[in-house]
């Protein structure tokens, strides 16, 4: 019965004197959420007063390690929703949970589309306390991962190959959409070279929306122009989805068929020039022979 008159008597305090709502909230300055408590334990409720805020709703949450490193912080799964009047203030009731970080711990209000964030603190007793993990940089929303293999061909296509003329090939890309929404503005870049720098791009297709946890593959085809020999790298890119995601395939061509008949024209070469100077040697000596003859 104490807990809910005590439920009554806050909201009622908090409109007829504002005490507790901050004067940064008025005048049109950035929104703001106040608790009736700075702290509770797990299974308590708390009030959650809105103030100034002019969107239509926004997902309240409980996170700790503060909130800074987002979702893994957060208990996105019993988020709860909650709408709002909007330029007036709004009250919502909200259960202490625990968050599946250790605290400082707050409550976090944000919008769908992330314009308007804020947080207020809550001391969770009895909740492990541990140090504040600062984010690291940011990470693509999606994984990439390539791999490059020769297109299959009749015996002409196989001779020039060997030959180390043009070389058809295919890079086979699989895309994973490593996060918990759909992601509708992927973009692939393939390019390939001896050098990253120096890579040519390669045309590659459209990709379509994926949904959260959703893997792809993309067939790209491609070729390498003559002379095809050595080592190349292929520049696999995404776009559209955080960070830029990036790989590197490393391929090599081997015009194993050229390299035989420069051999054997490289040993025909030497044959030639030992039966030549054999010659040569030859005709010394039957000159220097016919000169001993011509002596009386």
Not at 99 to 118: H, I, L, N, Y
Request: net charge positive; charged share 20%.
């Amino acid at each position: 019965m104490r807990r809910v008159l005590a439920l009554l008597v806050v909201p009622v305090a908090w409109f007829g004197a504002g005490f507790l709502t901050p004067a940064a909230a008025q005048g049109g300055a950035p929104p703001v959420l106040v608790l009736s408590s700075g702290e509770a334990k797990i299974g308590d409720k708390v009030v959650v007063r809105f103030e100034g805020w002019n969107d239509a709703g926004v997902t309240l949450t409980i996170c700790g390690n503060e909130g800074l490193r987002g979702a893994p912080d957060c208990d996105v799964a019993r988020g709860q929703g909650i709408g709002l009047l909007r330029g007036k203030p709004t009250l919502a009731e909200l259960k202490v949970e625990a968050p599946p970080a250790t605290c400082p711990c707050v409550v976090r209000a944000a919008t769908s589309t992330g314009s308007a964030v804020q947080t207020a603190p809550l001391v969770i007793l009895g909740a492990p306390v541990g140090p504040l993990v600062r984010p690291g940089p940011p990470k693509p929303l999606v994984a990439v991962s390539a791999e490059v293999s020769d297109v299959g061909g009749g015996l002409g296509r196989t001779l020039r190959t060997l030959l180390g003329g043009r070389r058809e090939q295919q890079v086979s890309i699989t895309l994973r959409n490593t996060s918990t929404a759909t992601l509708s503005k992927v973009s692939l870049g393939v390019a390939v070279g001896r050098t990253v720098d120096g890579a040519r791009p390669v045309a590659v297709p459209a990709v379509e929306p994926l949904a959260p946890g959703e893997s792809r593959v993309y067939d790209v085809p491609a070729a390498v122009s003559a002379p095809a020999w050595g080592r190349y790298v292929w520049d696999v890119t995404a776009d559209g989805a955080g960070p830029r995601a990036r790989t590197e395939v490393r391929s090599s061509a081997t015009p194993w068929l050229l390299y035989l008949l420069a051999g054997l024209l490289v040993v025909d070469i030497a044959a030639l020039t030992v039966r030549r100077l054999g010659r040569r040697k030859q005709r010394r000596r039957n000159a220097v022979g016919g000169r001993a003859m011509a002596v009386p």
